[in-house]
Antibody, heavy 119, light 106 residues
Framework: QVQLQESGPGLVKPSETLSLTCNVS????????WSWIRQSPGKGLEWIGY???????KYNPSLKSRVTISVDTSMNQFSLKLSSVTAADTAVYYC?????????????WGQGTLVTVSS | DIQMTQSPSSLSASVGDRVTISCRAS??????LNWFQQKPGKAPKLLIY???TLQSGVPSRFSGSGSETDFTLTISSLQPEDFATYYC?????????FGQGTKVEI
């Protein structure tokens, strides 16, 4: 059974870059899409973007200018960078798996990690 | 962006009740609609995709229907473990927006 685990700093200063990693275990990262989604009290659930194991990416247009998602297949992990953060980026960040074929479904999720943006 | 509006925002129900949650899209999304269940402190769990296809392992008391702009999630006989918040999500347009959630409580 595939498992996903987010890791990274829980506190980021305004204007800095938020960096998170999602480690995938129990299965290969190859031949899937891998996504980041966040949840905040103010904006609810928000899809951030995804990356295919081949490196192809797609981002939410509202965040595209600040987001970079990358994948390291040798480490079976993928990462999120969100630049120029503000308090509005405070949220629980989830990583999730998306099968490559068929419907766009987020079928396995990490437990989530809270990131607070504050000085 | 496609807006997803759920109703009601919350509802009270009892074990054994039939529960219906609605989700409306601001424009047609065909059948590109997922439903998730979320319990406090946990990640969302996929219940239904393609508007009406039950995800593997999800109990058959959950069902989904609808197309274009109007969708429904039905729980045929509410069980104690079903008390949670439910979200719809459109996967037609790549902002892949979620509804604001419907909290099902006793």
């Amino acid at each position: 059974q595939v498992q996903l685990q987010e890791s990274g700093p829980g506190l980021v200063k305004p204007s800095e870059t938020l960096s998170l990693t999602c480690n995938v275990s129990g299965g290969s990262i190859s031949n899937y899409y891998w996504s980041w989604i966040r949840q905040s009290p103010g904006k609810g659930l928000e899809w951030i973007g995804y990356i295919h194991s081949s490196g192809n990416t797609k981002y939410n247009p509202s965040l595209k200018s600040r987001v970079t998602i990358s994948v390291d297949t040798s480490m079976n992990q993928f990462s999120l960078k969100l630049s120029s953060v503000t308090a509005a980026d405070t949220a629980v960040y989830y990583c999730a798996r998306v099968p490559s074929r068929g419907w766009l479904v987020f079928d396995h999720w990490g437990q989530g990690t809270l990131v607070t943006v504050s000085s | 962006d496609i807006q997803m509006t759920q109703s009601p925002s919350s509802l009270s129900a009892s074990v054994g009740d039939r529960v219906t949650i609605s989700c409306r899209a601001s424009q047609s999304i065909s059948s590109y609609l997922n439903w998730f269940q979320q319990k406090p402190g946990k990640a969302p769990k996929l219940l239904i995709y393609a508007a009406s296809t039950l995800q593997s392992g999800v109990p058959s008391r959950f069902s989904g229907s609808g197309s274009e702009t109007d969708f429904t999630l039905t729980i045929s006989s509410l069980q104690p473990e079903d008390f949670a918040t439910y979200y719809c999500q459109q996967t037609y347009s790549p902002s892949y927006t979620f509804g604001q959630g419907t909290k099902v409580e006793i």
